[in-house]
C-alpha cells in the first residue's frame, strides 16, 4: 500500500512500549523515579559498548549537561559542524562559550578532520562531532588531534543510533556522547535523550547535575547550579520497547536505503549518499544532492524538485542551514568561509526514510524523482 501522503518518519511502537506505559501509570511511577529508567540506562550502555548512561528530559538538554559536566566555561570555544541541527551550536551557546564551525568532508558530511587544526587556538577545549543523517565521521583522524591538543571530545549521535566506525559503535568513540530520542529519530521516547560516556566519575557528575545538583551532606541545600533535565518512567518505559527493536530498524532503513540507491542510480546531477567502507550507515534520513543546472541559483533545482514532491503527496526536507550562515551566528562567524558546507546547505534533499516506509513506497518515490527530474 503507498500512502496518499508520504511523510518524512513517523514512529513505530508496538506491544512492549503500550504494557510498559501503562504499567508506569498503573503503579503510579510516572516521574523519573521509577524501575524503567535505571532499567534503560543499563540496557542502552550496553547497546553503545558498555558505557555509563545517563538518560535526559531531550538530545539538547543531553549536550548541555555534556558541555556542563565537561567543564566547559564561557569565552571557551568548541569546534562545532557547519552542518547539523542548531541543537548542536545553542547547546554550546547556552554554557556562554563560543561554537566555531569547521567545514564538512564531502563524503561523509561530518566534521572534516583536515580541517580541525587551523581552527585550534588556545581557547578551544572541545570538539563536538556530528554522525550526520547516520553516517559516522572518521574518528580516528579526529581522536587523534582531539588527544593532541588535549580537547574534549563529544559525539552528538542524535541521529545515529546503532551506526558503527571499524565495528564499533557510535557513542564509544570519544569522552562522551550524546543521543536523541525524538519522535523522529532512530528510536524514539517522545521526547528525551542520552548521555553516554566511559567514564564513571563524568557519569557521576552528569547525573548531578541533571537533577538540580543535590548533595548528600543536607537535602535541599545547593552548591553549585544544577539543572532539571529527568527523563520520566514513562518515557524510559517506551525507550526499552523501542531499543529491542533498534536492530530490526535498522535492517529496515538500509533495505530501504539499498533499494533508493538502485532506483535513483544513474539520474545526471544527482549524487547518492556514502557509505564508506569503514562504516555501517544506519541512514536517519536517506539524502541525496541534487546539483544545480549551469546558470541557475545554488539550490533552485533541489527546491524545485521538494515542491513537485510535494505536489505528489511526497514529504521532504533540506538539509541543515549551514551553520556559519545561521542569522543566530553569522554576526559571530562572519569571516567564516565553509564551502562544502553550503553546497551541502543547498543541495542536500532528505528523503521519507522512516522505520514504517515500505520497498513499494522507496519505488513510488524513486519514480517519481526520476520523473521530476
Ligand atoms: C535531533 C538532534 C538534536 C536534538 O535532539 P532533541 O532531542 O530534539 O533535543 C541534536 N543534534 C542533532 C544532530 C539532532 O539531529
Same mark, same amino acid.
Given at each position: ?138 574518528? =580516528? ?57 566511559? =567514564? ?19 537535602? *535541599? ?98 538539509? *541543515? ?53
Amino acid at each position: 500500500m503507498i500512502r496518499k501522503f508520504i511523510p518524512m518518519a513517523v514512529p513505530v511502537l508496538g506491544d512492549t512500549e503500550k504494557k510498559n506505559v501503562l504499567e508506569a501509570i498503573e503503579s503510579n511511577w510516572i516521574s523519573a523515579q521509577g524501575p524503567f529508567v535505571k532499567q534503560f540506562e543499563e540496557e542502552f550502555g550496553k547497546a553503545c559498548g558498555t558505557r555509563q548512561a545517563v538518560s535526559t528530559s531531550s538530545g539538547t538538554t543531553a549536550l548541555h549537561l555534556a558541555l556542563v559536566a565537561a567543564g566547559i566555561k564561557p569565552k571557551d570555544e568548541v569546534l562545532v559542524p557547519g552542518i547539523t541541527h542548531i541543537a548542536t551550536v545553542n547547546a554550546v551557546t547556552y554554557q556562554g562559550a563560543i561554537p566555531r564551525a569547521i567545514d564538512c568532508n564531502a563524503q561523509t558530511w561530518g566534521i572534516d578532520p583536515a580541517r580541525i587544526e587551523k581552527c585550534i587556538t588556545p581557547f578551544t577545549r572541545a570538539i563536538i562531532v556530528v554522525h550526520l543523517y547516520g553516517h559516522p565521521c572518521d574518528m =580516528d583522524p579526529i581522536c587523534e588531534i582531539a588527544h593532541k591538543h588535549n580537547l574534549v571530545l563529544i559525539e552528538d549521535a542524535a541521529e545515529a543510533h546503532g551506526a558503527l566506525y571499524r565495528g564499533k559503535p557510535v557513542g564509544s568513540l570519544g569522552d562522551v556522547a550524546c543521543f536523541s530520542f525524538f519522535a523522529n529519530k532512530m528510536i524514539t521516547t517522545g521526547e528525551g535523550g542520552m548521555l553516554v560516556t566511559g =567514564d564513571p566519575v563524568f557519569a557521576r557528575r552528569a547525573q548531578k547535575l541533571r537533577d538540580q545538583a543535590y548533595e548528600t551532606e543536607r537535602r *535541599f541545600k545547593h552548591f553549585e547550579l544544577g539543572y532539571n533535565y529527568l527523563m520520566t518512567n514513562i518515557q524510559a518505559g517506551i525507550g526499552l520497547g523501542q531499543l529491542e527493536r533498534l536492530d530490526a530498524f535498522i535492517q529496515i532503513r538500509r533495505r530501504n536505503a539499498l533499494a533508493y540507491r538502485e532506483c535513483l542510480q544513474d539520474i545526471p546531477g544527482v549524487v547518492m549518499p556514502v557509505e564508506e567502507p569503514w562504516a555501517r550507515n544506519v541512514y536517519w534520513m536517506f539524502s541525496l544532492l541534487v546539483e544545480d543546472s549551469a546558470g541557475s541559483a545554488a539550490g533552485t533545482r533541489r527546491d524545485e524538485l521538494m515542491a513537485q514532491l510535494k505536489q505528489r503527496g511526497i514529504d521532504s526536507r533540506p538539509f *541543515f542551514y549551514p551553520t556559519h550562515l545561521q542569522p543566530l551566528y553569522k554576526k559571530q562567524m562572519r569571516d567564516v568561509h565553509l564551502p562544502v558546507s553550503e553546497k551541502l546547505g543547498a543541495q542536500g534533499i532528505n528523503l521519507p526514510s522512516g522505520n514504517e516506509l515500505t520497498l513499494e513506497e522507496v519505488e513510488y518515490i524513486s519514480e517519481a524523482i526520476r520523473d521530476i527530474l
